[in-house]
């Protein structure tokens, strides 16, 4: 039982912040029992943990990522999803083969993720058995939570990214049977690429093994013209490109992450809200592959499910203040040319978005509302704060736009500290 | 006489980066004599300076930004123009009537132009004389450069920001008799805030002064449309925005700089090409108060000079890595919206403004060619390269896209490094 007291802002709606000045996060079991503004004789036995004048607020969760693109971050902004996919990207993922390089590259990624203070996320690994693996026991070592897939794809990919069906099957069954040697942080996720990497017979067979083991999707959806062309074209048969996950039983409810849906048809707006699908926002990775801009907004308006995802290496960055801010600004740039203000995204929303926005899809996770797990990261913003009478919103939107890593002095996840020193 | 030795990149034109893979740039008083693969016996008497693998690149110039707006950065992004500058920034400007407060924000910004890298800088002060002279001796004692204004303005700004016409005068000729004062580092620049803020005697005055003295010219430009929309009403016999300032006498040849520049007509475009006007282009400012895009490549390619600004605090980051990736995107973004590709910027078009676009209104400054200041940043990548077969063009790539701070490990100005330590 721990007592933990701040300055204190999350939000539980996207519309607007909950502050609590100078208070008290009680947590129990690693959960948020109440806040309070005093405490009363019934706290006596908490653990009194005083953060002073700093801000205490929920840790970001990145709906979206490649692990196995991190080392790529910054090169080959110059073209768009499908060729970027051939030239760059393809011929990176292939070396996670070689288990050396991949702990190689996971060490910096998972330094940069705590470093950052995302502390869940959920991560497309390379279709490698092996590195996937590796994957999970390094996160839940540093203590991170993560839905970690292991990515299918046996068609239209390069001669030296290859699997046959079979692989790509018995590889995924061979994944989920390691899962119980992890801690509960670490959960699996079966993870076609995208439509154009998978044949029917695959998308069918990762269908009935996620039925059958009740386990969660992650995929891509309506990034690009071209894609959704393609789509088209390889499932005539599906209504549209979210209808060609459905119909191979890969819409699971409550239970699906997309990333992007940036051009969306009406019908698959609604069954992203009959299925409550979780949409993952990426600005950044959306502006760099100049594939467009996701009208946030208005889907958060209609109630469907949305976080944030970095899309490394699409997007060019890990750390979650970047990508709130590009959230905000690509809407800015959106409803200018939409000529409609009501595009444009708040702080308050983008920064849901990046915390309980995502957080929803790891259970009860992303703010401080009574029974959520207490994910948190402690600010000291002395080092650019020079508003003593800044108020705690300021307090936040400063640090989102102009903190970064340094500035974070504490990470808690379900309840304990990740400091290791 | 120096030789610096290291993995040399940086642009002469905007098209192409000019490479020189483990090198010596030759320094002879403060500029660069040449560059060479290998040192010959009339190189003995120079002092060799060993950066191995690391990256040396130009400094960077930042065209434009507010001084005494530092510490509003990242708060009040909800408004475009002219709400904006009623409800955050005229407050926070007025209070640069306390040299203890103007101390204390000019402190934390030469800390971080410093830091990030951003040696030669162009900026407003506010409208007081005090702040602004303590901001020059500041900025030369930490061995930066820069063009250094007074705000002026005598109309339609707030009661608690205002000067008479007289007074306004006089304390930019009293800040001019300052100048002898300092190094000649630092400069002297007619600030004019932008049309709506200063009466016709004060733009025909300032105008003379600029004339009579010789000495550069910064305002704003083309902003916004509420903006133009106004400065057609106040200025009816102008022909165009920049035509306002032309016939007052505020546009002079290879000495004006003109900030933002979004909306310009074709008779803009020609008198800015004519008069060599420059263009202060401020992506991430212009997509922070959703005011437009500039066609920055289109502009390029007509021959207009280009440097990036951070407009702080219009603009949210004072770091150019983040504005050169910001111009990059918001590019993209246009790129979309008009179906033309060739508004791209490329990573080489975004780094030249930031460095020799920018470096050019200095004198020969931004560039390691022949005959140039020797203004220089030294990185070393090690923190994120994972790569290590990448191309000294990737690596500035990277160093751009996920690089801070903490890599750059040294600064030259004029040939000198500013190290302290």
Redesign the interface.
């Known amino acids: 039982m721990k007592a933990i007291k701040g300055n204190i802002i999350f939000t539980i709606l996207p519309q607007k912040f909950e502050v609590f000045e100078n208070s008290y996060l009680l947590i129990e079991n690693g959960k948020v029992k109440s806040i309070e503004r005093h405490l009363n004789e019934e706290s006596f036995d908490y653990e009194i943990i005083d953060y002073k004048d700093n801000l205490i607020i929920p840790s970001f969760v990145d709906l979206h990522l490649h692990a196995v693109q ?2 790529n ?3 080959g ?2 073209l768009p999803l499908l060729p970027w996919l051939e030239k760059y990207t393809y011929p990176e993922e292939q070396k996670f083969g070689n288990l050396e390089y991949a702990k ?2 996971f060490k ?1 990624l998972i330094r940069d993720l705590y470093d950052f203070g995302t502390l869940r996320s959920c991560i497309f690994s390379s279709l490698h058995k092996d590195a996937t693996i590796l994957l999970m026991k390094m996160m839940d070592e540093r203590g991170l939570s993560a839905y970690i897939g292991k990515t299918n794809m046996d068609r239209n990919s390069n001669e030296n990214l290859f699997e046959n069906t079979r692989d790509s099957l018995k590889w995924t069954i061979d994944i989920l049977d390691e899962i119980p040697k992890f801690s509960s942080r670490i959960r699996p996720i079966i993870t076609p690429r995208f439509i154009p990497s998978c044949s029917d017979e695959l998308l069918i067979k990762l269908g009935q093994i996620a039925e059958d083991r009740d386990i969660a999707v992650q995929s891509h959806l309506n990034e690009n013209l071209s894609e959704i062309e393609w789509v088209r074209k390889l499932v005539p048969e599906s209504k549209n490109y979210l209808d060609a996950y459905d119909i191979r039983g890969l819409v699971r409810r409550l239970n699906t992450i997309m990333a992007h849906a940036i051009y969306n048809t009406d019908d698959e707006l609604e069954l992203m809200k009959k299925e409550s699908v979780f949409i993952a926002h990426c600005p ?1 990775s959306n ?2 592959l ?1 594939s ?2 996701m009208k946030a907004k208005k889907m958060l308006e209609m109630g469907i499910n949305i976080g944030l995802g970095s899309d490394i290496s699409a997007g ?2 890990l750390k979650m203040n970047d990508i709130i ?2 959230a ?3 809407s ?2 959106l ?3 939409t000529h409609d203000e009501s595009d ?1 995204l ?2 308050e929303e983008a920064f849901y978005m990046s915390t309980r926005g995502g957080g929803k899809f790891f259970g009860n996770c992303g703010s401080f509302e009574y029974g959520s797990f207490f994910d948190a990261l402690v600010i000291d913003d002395s080092s ?1 704060n ?2 003593p009478d ?1 108020s705690i919103t ?1 307090r936040l ?6 903190g ?1 890593d340094r500035n974070i002095i504490d990470r808690y996840l379900e309840g304990r500290s990740l400091k290791t020193e």
């Open positions: 991190y080392a971050i910054g090169i902004m110059d190689k590259v910096f950044s502006m760099n100049t467009g801009i060019d960055s801010v590009d905000i600004k690509a800015k740039l409803s200018l040319f444009t708040s702080i650019y020079l508003k800044a300021e939107e400063m640090f989102i736009y102009r970064d």
